[in-house]
């Protein structure tokens, strides 16, 4: 099964979950619903300042090698992240592969980094259900779809930094991010911290 299959169906079962089991546990009101989407940030850790280690392939010599070198990282040290929190992992299936980020600005190894680092951070969200809480949001006021998505996009660059730190600055990362989402990717490359990628209780408090 193709990856995106693989993990269309992984969301399809998070979903599931959510509205079974979760819903129960986030009643309440809308805005409490609402907050509550992003509570698993929370549990992981903070990631580290760090920079491209020297014995990685040079992007200017061969920048298909030092892709292939990106590809991983991001799902390895996030890996660290979730069983460090006490949280189960699951590889995701199939080839990894690089989907380029329209951004601003000619840096290339930093439009890899980052565009390594949004898939990864997509992939996290749904191992941690945060889609299907998204979902019973959506069904409870469906006039917010367009709210909940953008903040959905938010969430994920901003943990796009949050990983992407641990290559490079956040100001080379947020140069390379389409322009909607460079403070967000910037807000996670400085802090460090997965619970400040919460976006939906900061937007409705």
Known sequence: MPL???WGLVLG??????????G???VGGDESRVNAIAEPLSELPSFPVGTI??????PERDLSAFTNWVLPRPFADWERAFK???RPWAEPEGPLLLVRISGDGPDVVAATVFASGLQSADYVITLLGIPGRIELARREK????????RQRDEMVACLAGVWGRTLMAPARLAAVAPAPRAQSVRLGAEIG???VCDTFTTDGS
């Open 13 to 22: 079962v998070a979903i599931l979950f959510a509205v079974v089991i979760l």
């Open 53 to 58: 280690p020297a014995d990685a392939p040079n």
């Open 142 to 149: 469906p006039d917010t779809q367009a709210e909940l998505q």
């Open 4 to 6: 995106l299959g693989r």
């Open 24 to 26: 129960g546990n986030l």
């Open 193 to 195: 911290d997965p619970s």
């Open 84 to 86: 460090e929190a006490g």
